[in-house]
């Protein structure tokens, strides 16, 4: 009769547990969702009241002020665009494109055979310029009398009888010296076995005196006047423009390490080098030449053989050549070459034959009247006069290389 009674209130004690537990787990639901929620921020309300005085009620609020409209402002102009550059490809790195169009200058002096007087007055149309035979167009002219920049290459050697062809020399010098102008450039430098700058290039007359003087005692007694003249033309171009060497010597050569075919090439090659020569020694050889006797005969043949070298260089750069016996004849002779490097007339052309293959071109100059003729001059008893056209034999033609 207990078990019924016993087992009831077991069942009955297990549901009010499990109510129990169902009403905790309801209670802590909301607490556990209340947690999870952020708080949110409570806004304060303005206070509303006004003051009595009428003023602002305290800073208890957010006060909306509003932004004052400014006026627009200028827009600034454009930037100007950036030039766009052509770049070459970077393979093929920097390119240039170059045109050359080749032009011809040539200085012509005209002397009256005689007197050696410059003929002034000349035109364009008295001018007739062939290149290998071809006539070429004249495309500049003027008459050029300007400041002369000059090398002088005197032969100092301890030869035979030096004092005698080194006083010739020294006159020589002292007598150029004297004719230049303040605007002239001039150097001064001696040869023997070997070159010696003696002054370089100066407008000091003074300057070139004093190393003329210096000229005492020469040192060796080989006169190597190719190997001179090459190193000249080699210090000569390096300037720009038209340049001048006068060579002051005998002409002879004893131990140049170049032969006469060499020098004669670099000659040639020589562009806006105008070669003048003075001879020295000239009363020497008219006073023991034609003695007879083996040694004598070959020393005359050795001077003849430099007489005509000396001629040679002179006549292919449009230069002149003086063989002087008597001291007295040096101004005259360097009045003659100043008035031919100071007065001379420019002629300009472009080649009719284009190539650049280094070739060497014969150039001739020649002097027409109106109808085409040749130009005559008369004197003022209408006495014919002969006259000398004074120009380079040719010039060489450019190398391109490949």
Known sequence: MFKPHRSVSVARCFSYSVLLLALAALAAAPMSRAQSQPASPQTQQPDQTAPASGGPAGDTGVIAVPKKKEAPEEAPPPAPAAPKMIKNPEELGNVSIRLDVQEVTVDVGVLLEKTHQFVPGLKPDNFRIYEDGVEQKVVGFKRVEAPITALMLCEFAANGYWWIKGNDMVNAAYAFTQQLRPQDYVALMTFDMHTQIITDFTQDKQQIMRGISMLQVPGFQE?????????????????????????????????????????????????????????????????????????????????????????????????MSFFPRFSGEMPDIFGQINENIRSKYELVYRPTNPKQDGTYRKLRVALVDAEGQPLRFQDQKKKQLKYDIIARDGYRAKQVVE
């Open 223 to 319: 006169t190597n006047v190719f190997d001179a003249i090459y190193e000249s033309l080699d210090r000569l171009d390096r300037i720009d423009g038209q340049k001048y060497l006068l060579v002051i010597a005998t002409g002879r050569d004893t131990f140049s390490k170049l032969t006469f075919d060499k020098i004669l090439a670099r000659v040639k090659a020589s562009r806006n080098i105008t070669i003048f020569t003075v001879s020295t020694g000239g009363m020497l050889r008219a006073m023991t030449e034609g003695r007879g006797g083996m040694e004598s005969s070959i020393r005359d043949m050795d001077y003849l053989q430099a007489d005509n070298e000396m001629k040679t260089f002179s006549s292919l750069t449009g230069g």
